[in-house]
């Protein structure tokens, strides 16, 4: 009787633990710095007041304003499984980066911690850069094994190309 007891009670607290992992809140820290860069060059100067907003489910869920030296700092963006972080500052192009978080929320880890740089173009009224506003300019995937985002290199690419041949377009 009593081993059935104690069982029952081992039992008990192992599906009680269970659950209270499954119920730690997740959290994503964010940081970095907004530059300004005028095509091709992207070693501006940070940009005051730039706006770095974070969307989940068309959402928005978090957002900053950068210091005058173009520093923001979110420190407790909620888990969601796919976020987009959107960069913008008025006289500039905006960039949207779409970032996967489906294997963070199977990840033992509580927080995560992501620095990302971003530079944003000066916006001269370029025709031909509307896409900057519907289409991400990156996009990212957390890996659990190796505890950070891996980036999509071929997606970049593919949209600075796009990009610079506008930019180019101009320039010349």
Not at 41 to 46: A, E, R, S
Not at 130 to 152: E, T
Request: hydrophobic share 40%.
């Amino acid at each position: 009787m009593l081993r059935k007891l104690l069982f029952a009670l081992s039992l008990s607290i192992l599906v009680i633990s269970s659950q209270a992992q499954n119920n730690v809140k997740k959290f994503i820290a964010l940081s970095g710095k907004i530059t300004s860069a005028v095509w091709p060059d992207t070693l501006g100067k940070g940009l005051n007041k730039a706006v770095v907003e974070i969307f989940a489910e068309g959402k928005k869920i978090a957002s900053d304003t950068a210091s005058s030296s173009g520093v923001y700092k979110i420190k407790k963006i909620p888990y969601a499984p796919s976020i987009q972080i959107v960069f913008k500052e008025v006289n500039h192009l905006p960039k949207m980066i779409d970032v996967d978080f489906t294997e963070f929320g199977n990840d033992n880890s509580a927080s995560l911690i992501l620095e990302m740089d971003a530079f944003l173009y000066r916006n001269d009224d370029y025709l031909g850069v509307n896409f900057l506003k519907i289409k991400p300019f990156g996009k990212g995937k957390y890996s659990m094994k190796q505890k950070g985002v891996l980036w999509d290199d071929r997606y970049y690419y593919e949209m600075k190309g796009r990009l610079d041949a506008v930019l180019k377009a101009y320039s010349e």
